[in-house]
């Protein structure tokens, strides 16, 4: 077989910036690759194994599936999909889901629900705000709601009547809604805006203006749902409710999932027809979505995402405090971090890769790690020897 990289190259559409690295095994924390050499995996997928590379439950229920069907058209009910929906359902704020294959689809779906909820209470209430520096996917609508301009530039003219506001900018948002909004589409922690939080603040005047406006706020959880916060979704550790979340990432374990969940206010508007998918809600996605979502909810699992996040951001403050030159701000929650290091980004990811470690950046200067949320007391320790030596030789 010819190098895997001129293959890859030869066969494979450029869209992606390749590691030079052929990984052929994942267990836990840890990938390997064609060499026998192990990795920490920092960002896990970029946040969809949240429980880790190669976990047998996960394994057994996509079997189990694979077993009896592993495709039924939407025309059928399936049992895997139905347990997976009654779990989202029973433990949000939802009514309904509606079952997609990718985080930009559900947000296509969120985007179509929201206008038709508009235009059921008057015809020109069509205007979705989103805001700069946020990101919800790659197809047109999830592109034109995405607030940066660098993905969007050369595919313009985008969907109309999206506009965006600054984030956690109160003021500004009292200026750019009316009755004309249909929705206000926001990431309660902007992933590749470089890790940063919603304010409390902001939410509350969000959630006031909601109810003058009679406009709904969907939150894309995609990155943060799923336990990635510390919470099952970023949403319930603000201590609001939104009117629509979306989801993807880790909802699968590792296979191609989406999800858009609506309150039940909502769960009306779409009438058979008005949207579908072909492979949306698939049976073994939606196996495996089941194991994920039962783990999560075991009694002390989220509790102890967060006594190791807590650990974690404890030692990288003290880190901070020694490098300051280097270390110029942290940012983020549970297991999303973000380090804004600067113009030492590139080179603090390629001396990571050759001490075993595999880290993720994101607008440019700040490094964003998202471990599994299994990711052990002593695997934090590992990461943090060698982020600590990386720093000791800048």
Same mark, same amino acid.
């Given at each position: 077989m010819e190098n895997i990289f001129l293959e890859d190259k030869r066969y494979i559409l450029n869209t992606y910036r390749r590691m030079d690295l052929n990984l052929v095994k994942g267990q836990g924390s840890f990938l390997w690759d064609d060499q026998g050499r192990r990795y920490l995996d920092m960002f896990s997928g970029i946040a969809v194994n949240n429980l880790g590379h190669g976990n047998k439950e996960i394994k057994e229920a996509i079997n189990e599936q694979l077993e009896k069907y592993n495709h039924l058209s939407n025309f059928f009910v399936s049992e895997s999909v139905v347990n997976l929906a009654k779990l989202l359902v029973e433990n949000s704020f939802g009514? /309904?889901?509606?079952?997609?294959?990718?985080?930009? %689809? @559900?947000?296509? @779906? #969120?985007? /179509? &629900? #929201?206008? /038709? $909820?508009? /235009?059921?209470?008057?015809?020109?209430?069509? %205007?979705?705000?989103?805001? $700069?520096?946020?990101? =919800?996917?790659?197809?047109y609508g999830g592109l034109s709601l995405t607030g940066q301009e660098k993905y969007k530039q050369s595919f313009q003219p985008s969907v109309p009547g999206i506009n965006h506001i600054k984030f956690n900018d109160c003021q500004d948002l009292k200026n750019k809604v009316s009755d004309k909004t249909c929705a206000v589409f926001l990431e309660l922690v902007q992933g590749e805006g470089g890790i940063k939080e919603v304010s409390n603040e902001f939410i509350r005047d969000l959630v006031n203006l909601s109810k003058e406006y009679k406009f709904l706020i969907i939150v894309d959880e995609i990155q943060t749902g799923l336990g990635r916060t510390g919470d099952l979704f970023a949403y319930q550790g603000l201590g609001f409710t939104p009117h629509i979340i979306t989801l993807?990432? #880790? &909802?699968?374990?590792? &296979?191609?999932?989406?999800?858009?969940?609506?309150?039940?206010?909502?769960?009306?508007?779409?009438?058979?027809?008005? =949207?579908?998918?072909?492979?949306?809600?698939?049976?073994?996605?939606? #196996?495996?979505g089941v194991v994920v979502l039962s783990k999560l909810l075991e009694k002390e699992f989220l509790k102890e995402v967060k006594r190791k996040s807590s650990y974690l951001l404890g030692e990288l403050i003290k880190l901070r405090d020694r490098f300051p030159q280097i270390i110029l701000d942290i940012r983020g929650k549970g297991m999303i971090i973000g380090l804004e290091v600067g113009d030492y980004a590139d080179k603090i990811k390629q001396r990571a890769l050759e001490k075993g470690v595999l880290l993720n950046i994101t607008s440019g200067t700040v490094l964003r790690l998202l471990p599994p949320l299994t990711i052990t007391y002593e695997e934090i320790d590992l990461f943090l020897r060698v982020f600590s030596s990386i720093l000791e030789e800048l």
């Open positions: 009514s /309904k889901v509606f079952f997609c294959n990718s985080g930009t %689809e @559900a947000n296509e @779906a #969120a985007l /179509k &629900l #929201a206008r /038709k $909820y508009g /235009k059921s209470i008057r015809e020109d209430k069509t %205007e979705v705000l989103t805001f $700069y520096n946020s990101f =919800h996917g790659r197809t993807a990432k #880790a &909802l699968g374990g590792g &296979l191609p999932l989406g999800a858009m969940v609506v309150g039940q206010e909502l769960e009306n508007v779409f009438q058979p027809g008005d =949207h579908g998918s072909t492979f949306g809600g698939n049976p073994v996605a939606c #196996a495996a």
